[in-house]
């Protein structure tokens, strides 16, 4: 169970035990506060997270006003931890990327590990126009661009970030899968360059790029993508939403999962020997 369920049910069970204080039951305060009964069934465990709305009016109906401030203080530490798109983009792709920078910027190890995508910092501009422009332009809690010059300021913003690999002040580990180079996810001609820059960038000495082959055995399944920021924070980003993880047995979890991703990779020579198969194989099918 993650720290954001774990959150969200000890808020459900708070609230629980104030209608129990209160000497109501869930359809008393259903029925008080206009809702359907299922409602608070599903608050109190863990399955739906409440408004501020909600924790007022909880309190209200429960005679305990005085606490609304600590409720709601409660909910903005939870929802820290799981942040939606369409809040964590409201200020723009641009200013999505300069945050992360900060981070980095104040990180001496970054490890992160990638089954589908290369990872932000590796990639080139023109791959990186095609990871920001997916998805159903509607969809703008995904994060998608809302013009042409937006998207140009994300490359750049991008771009600007990846200088701190050329710094040598701070240390870089990367490993993704070897379906990170063979997945369709932008054209030929753009995967080429990538691939390209991915060689050269198997030779700075700040960082570690790692690339886990089809035939390895793995000891941990690769499910999802991950940042692991020194022992302090994991951002995951999924579909809709971004976990921001800093439960310490949380993040341990994630370095002992990241140790066995990377004991699953090779390096250097490798690596290289990979990457280069695998751009002579674009080059023979673009001939």
Not at 140 to 168: T, Y
Not at 197 to 209: E, G
Not at 250 to 278: C, D
Request: proline share 5%.
């Amino acid at each position: 169970m993650s720290s954001f369920q774990r959150a969200r049910e000890a808020l459900g069970n708070r609230l629980r035990e104030l209608r129990l204080d209160a000497h109501l039951t869930g359809r008393d305060l259903a029925a008080a506060a206009s809702w359907v009964p299922s409602k608070i069934s599903k608050i109190e465990s863990g399955q739906q997270t409440p408004t501020d709305a909600d924790l007022a009016t909880w309190a209200l109906i429960c005679g305990r006003e005085a606490i609304v401030a600590e409720l709601v203080g409660t909910l903005r530490s939870l929802e820290q931890q799981y942040v939606e798109h369409r809040r964590m983009f409201r200020t723009g792709l641009p200013s999505r990327q300069r945050s992360i920078a900060e981070i980095e910027a104040s990180t001496s190890l970054t490890r992160n590990f990638e089954p589908c995508f290369v990872p932000g910092l590796l990639q080139t501009a023109e791959y990186a126009r095609y990871r920001f422009a997916e998805g159903d332009p509607d969809e703008s809690e995904r994060g998608v661009p809302k013009s042409e010059a937006e998207l140009d300021e994300a490359i750049a913003a991008r771009m600007d970030r990846q200088r701190i690999l050329h710094r040598g002040e701070k240390k870089f580990h990367f490993v993704m899968t070897e379906a990170v180079i063979r997945y369709q996810v932008c054209p030929p001609d753009v995967m080429t360059g990538q691939i390209g820059h991915l060689i050269s960038m198997t030779t700075l000495p700040a960082i570690r790029v790692g690339i886990i082959p089809f035939d390895a055995t793995f000891s941990v399944g690769p499910q999802h993508g991950f940042y692991l920021y020194d022992s302090k924070l994991v951002l995951v980003e999924l579909f809709t939403a971004g976990l921001n993880i800093t439960q310490a047995d949380e993040i341990g979890a994630y370095e002992r999962i990241f140790g066995h991703l990377a004991n699953a990779a090779v390096y250097g020579p490798e690596a290289r020997a990979l990457l280069t198969r695998r751009l002579d194989r674009h080059h023979e099918t673009s001939s």
